[in-house]
């Protein structure tokens, strides 16, 4: 016999059960099957290894020398894979991580890109949490975030990602060219900005493109990006958006962009709470988002 041909673990369970309850009937009861099952199984276990290993007496069953010696190694055996698994069981927390990111960085910017990042970190198993609202991070709630701003960030370890950049995009199915094209179109809008401050609003767009006249009071209204940028792909406007998030929208052609003037944003930052920065999966974690969202 090879250190391979090993008998059927089933097999081993109903024997080391047996043998240590020193009964089917008890046995089956552990295992949740009947005991004639438990019989059957140490009886092919008996055969597979050509040695009998238990006396069996009409209420009770005895290990013979040969039963011993096997039980003596079940018993090692499945103890020490009862502590893997426990040990396995708590790794899990080490591979299951929450991240924040706004709805629209994650529904635009993430979401196509998960493929990717699966195949770069298949270990790793990513719960995505969509809120506009600054999570606290802490180990066993959310863990990561993506935040946007200037930073410093209070009680967070940050690691900087990208400058963003607003303009104003649009389905080329408009075919916008010129400023009187614009202001034939609707604009849509995005109320609420927290950052950047001051709003990348179309007022301060036209300042910035020394655009006058432009109704800039009509138009659609939305209070977050993701619904803006799904508008102005659908062809329902012109919407001033993020350049990083709208960046899969503008390379396959679905949006363009018909006008130089920019607006500056804030930065992109990967966090994470204080506690985990050095874990492997977070390390891996963060210089994906790094290579994913570096310039060029």
């Given at each position: 016999m090879s250190a391979f041909d090993l008998p059927p673990l089933g097999a081993l369970r109903a024997f080391e059960a047996t043998a240590r309850l020193a009964s089917f009937k008890?046995?089956?009861?552990e295992l949740f099957v009947t005991p004639t099952a438990i019989s059957h199984q140490v009886r092919q276990l008996e055969t597979h290894l050509g040695v009998r290993l238990l006396d069996r007496g009409p209420r009770r069953v005895a290990l013979t020398p040969e039963g011993r010696i096997l039980h003596d190694a079940a018993t090692t055996s499945f103890a020490e894979i009862g502590r893997a698994v426990g040990r396995l069981r708590r790794a899990p927390a080490e591979t299951i991580l929450t991240l924040s990111a706004t709805p629209a960085f994650l529904g635009q910017w993430l979401v196509p890109r998960l493929a990717d990042l699966q195949a770069r970190l298949p270990d790793l198993e990513l719960r995505l949490q969509g809120s506009g609202q600054v999570a606290e991070l802490r180990p066993g709630g959310v863990e990561l975030a993506i935040?946007?701003?200037?930073g410093p960030f209070p009680d967070v370890a940050t690691t900087p990602l990208c400058e963003d950049v607003f303009a104003p995009v649009c389905s080329p199915s408009l075919d916008l060219r010129t400023i009187e094209d614009l202001a034939r179109a609707r604009l849509i809008h995005i109320d609420g900005w927290v950052v950047p401050r001051p709003a990348p609003d179309w007022r301060r767009?036209?300042?910035a493109a020394r655009v006058t006249g432009l109704n800039i009071d009509g138009g659609v209204r939305f209070t977050d990006s993701l619904h803006a940028i799904q508008a102005a792909v659908a062809g329902q406007g012109v919407a001033i958006v993020s350049l990083v998030i709208a960046a899969d929208a503008l390379r396959t052609g679905a949006l363009v962009t018909p006008f130089a003037t920019t607006l500056p944003?804030?930065?992109?930052?990967f966090a994470c709470a204080p506690a985990l920065s050095d874990r492997p999966h977070v390390a891996a974690l963060r210089q994906w988002f790094v290579d994913a969202l570096r310039p060029g």
């Open positions: 008890g046995a089956a009861a935040r946007y701003g200037r767009w036209c300042d944003g804030e930065a992109y930052h």
